[in-house]
């Protein structure tokens, strides 16, 4: 069975830190591009931060750079997301996305999503 669980989300003050992760499972999780995307209320789901397969590559929203971090462990099957200097406009419904290369292309996998809050 498939499945992408996110944890990390929380309350957290202007300007802290959270740190989401992604646990995956069921699927061959190394050959996957692994992404964060949000979503905020009232907003369309948008693109956060990208990593391929192997870690070798990351592109971010011009929105978080310099803010946000994505990393991922193939050994655990897990991918990251930290998060820092955080504000009020970062709340959002953070969810995690698997997208498949190679055999695997034309798959994609979704996380339920965790919250994030940023306020004071």
């Known amino acids: 069975q498939v499945q992408l669980v996110e944890s990390g989300g929380g309350l957290v003050q202007p300007g802290g830190s959270l740190r989401l992760s992604c646990a995956a499972s069921?699927?061959?999780?190394?050959?996957?591009?692994m992404s964060w995307y949000r979503q905020a209320p009232g907003k369309e789901r948008e693109l956060v931060a990208r990593?391929?397969?192997?870690?070798?590559?990351?592109n971010y929203a011009d929105s978080v750079k310099g803010r946000f971090t994505i990393s991922r462990d193939n050994a655990k099957n897990t991918g990251y997301l930290q998060m820092s200097s955080l504000k009020p406009e970062d709340t959002a419904v953070y969810y995690c996305?698997?997208?498949?290369?190679?055999?695997?292309?034309?798959?994609?996998?979704w996380g339920k999503g965790t919250l994030g809050t940023v306020s004071s």
């Open positions: 990593i391929t397969p192997i870690g070798g590559s990351t």
């Open positions: 996305n698997a997208e498949g290369r190679w055999a695997f292309s034309g798959r994609n996998y």
């Open positions: 069921g699927f061959t999780f190394s050959s996957y591009d």
